[in-house]
């Protein structure tokens, strides 16, 4: 089993930036293929961006494609999202999910793990 656990999350103003880690543990090494998905308030939880295990693919939505980056450091079993640029319908709990498979999945069923989530605001 793999337990992965965000954190970086908090309230930042338009313009802003934060930087959201996730730490997998437990068979960490279980979780290949890593990403990131939000829920807006009232809406249903969206793709942002994933990552490959050695990280030579990644995969952005249109809306936070320039503005974000994803990274990982394998060795510390941690996944990382650089927000840059923020804006205020980036108001969302951010989720990290883990992908016994390597593939660039955008669609949250075809994950296998979830972290609890961690909330971004961003004030205009």
């Known amino acids: 089993q793999v337990q992965l656990v965000e954190s970086g999350g908090g309230l930042v103003q338009a313009g802003g930036s934060l930087r959201l880690s996730c730490a997998a543990s437990?068979?960490?090494?279980?979780?290949?293929?890593m990403g990131w998905f939000r829920q807006p308030p009232g809406k249903q939880r969206e793709f942002v961006c994933s990552?490959?295990?050695?990280?030579?693919?990644?995969d952005y939505a249109d809306s936070v494609k320039g503005r974000f980056a994803i990274s990982r450091d394998n060795a510390r079993n941690t996944v990382y999202l650089q927000m840059n640029s923020l804006k205020p319908n980036d108001t969302a709990v951010y989720y990290c999910?883990?992908?016994?498979?390597?593939?660039?999945?955008?669609?949250?069923?075809?994950?296998?793990?979830w972290g609890q989530g961690t909330q971004v605001t961003v004030s205009s």
């Open positions: 437990g068979r960490a090494s279980s979780s290949r293929a």
């Open positions: 999910a883990g992908d016994r498979a390597n593939w660039l999945h955008r669609r949250p069923s075809e994950y296998d793990y």
């Open positions: 990552i490959t295990w050695s990280g030579g693919s990644t």
